[in-house]
């Protein structure tokens, strides 16, 4: 048996979205069923549907920032109840046994590989579907507890854009006395902003132009400065111990590492379809890092789900409905969005 549930999908990477219905599995003991208020738009999304990295598995239902409402539970579930909000990401599987899983590191599983929220195959078999539908199934190992205070649509992006900035974040020790950069204000660069203000780094802003200042300011940011004034790369060099780079296109990424103190990190998040052009000397020069981060596993999630529930951090979004997807992706490829879509999961029902 399978659930029949309505969802939007791509079928060919040159198509509109548009409605259709899949099939989830019937609950088991261990999975609860979420009913979907709300779904983020990420840029990952778009990436995925317009085979950016890689041949999709048609039909997508993209969607891995999922906030709502648990409906049913099943008989051996113990964190949640009926009625509790809950939340989905990146993933809804793993191994479980390998080191990075008892680790806590799903993410970077390296038994089965970690099970994406869509475009992959869950171990029922079924191809994963993700947030653009009204529904979802999903083991309590992979669901998240949503804090009360905490509205829900402006949590759905935290699933991807909050945990994919306070994990490295938290991994390379931003707080007092921390002086963090972040390239992009974006739905990445936003809650990067949000979180290092809120764990007490001293927080500059890297954007194009300043033409969203004022909001950096206004979301945390102490600084605010344009990469396309030359001027910046020379007031700034060697000023930052950590910078994360949000930007998912090709950057002079030496020009960003000269930004490094010594023995500090620049944290790649943004995944470029092409290649960067690099050379190694700003790193041999400076004793600096050039890293890379994904996500965080499933106790890092909920303790960054926590920490937003305890300072009153959500994301900035703009509702919209299943109907306006296609248009939503070409503002979010323009830059035109302050900072996050979120779909109404109200509005997939049949």
């Known amino acids: ?193 949000k979180l290092a203000d809120a764990m007490g780094a001293e927080v500059t802003v890297l954007s194009q132009s300043l033409r969203k200042k004022e909001d950096g300011l206004r979301l945390g940011a102490d600084h605010y400065f344009a990469t396309s004034d030359k001027n910046t790369f020379k007031e700034l060099k060697s000023s930052f111990d950590l910078i994360l780079n949000t930007v998912s296109e090709v950057t002079e990424i030496g020009a960003f590492l000269n930004l490094l103190d010594r023995d500090g990190t620049l944290v790649q998040l943004g995944l470029p379809e092409h290649p960067f052009p690099f050379s190694p000397a700003p790193l041999v020069f400076g004793r600096r890092r050039w890293a890379g981060s994904l996500i965080g596993g499933i106790a890092e999630t909920q303790e960054m789900l926590d920490f937003c529930g305890e300072k009153g951090i959500g994301s900035d979004v703009e509702r919209i409905e299943s109907g306006q997807i296609n248009e939503a992706y070409e503002r979010v490829l323009k830059s035109d969005v302050r900072y996050r879509f979120v779909i109404d999961g109200n509005t997939f029902k049949a």
């Open 1 to 193: 048996m399978t659930l029949s549930v309505p969802a939007y999908a791509a079928f060919s990477p040159t198509e509109p979205l548009r409605p259709t219905v899949v099939e989830r599995r019937e609950p088991g003991p261990k999975d609860v069923v979420i009913d979907i208020v709300w779904a983020g738009i990420c840029h990952s999304d778009i990436h995925t549907v317009r085979d950016h990295w890689g041949p999709a598995s048609f039909p997508v239902v993209p969607g891995h920032e999922i906030a709502g409402i648990v409906t049913q539970v099943g008989s051996e579930v113990e964190k949640f109840k009926v009625g509790d909000h809950a939340g989905v990401g990146c993933m809804v599987g793993s191994c479980g046994e390998c080191p990075n899983c008892k680790a806590g590191d799903e993410q970077y599983c390296s038994g089965t590989g970690m099970i994406g929220t869509y475009n992959a195959v869950g171990k029922d078999g079924l191809p994963t579907y993700g947030g653009y539908s009204d529904l979802i199934v999903v083991d309590e190992s992979f669901a998240l507890k949503v804090p009360d205070n905490l509205p829900l649509d402006q949590v759905a992006p935290l699933l991807c854009a909050g945990i994919t900035t306070y994990s490295p974040l938290r991994h390379w020790n931003a707080g007092p006395g921390t002086r963090v950069a972040v390239v992009g204000l974006g739905g990445l660069g936003h809650m990067a902003v």
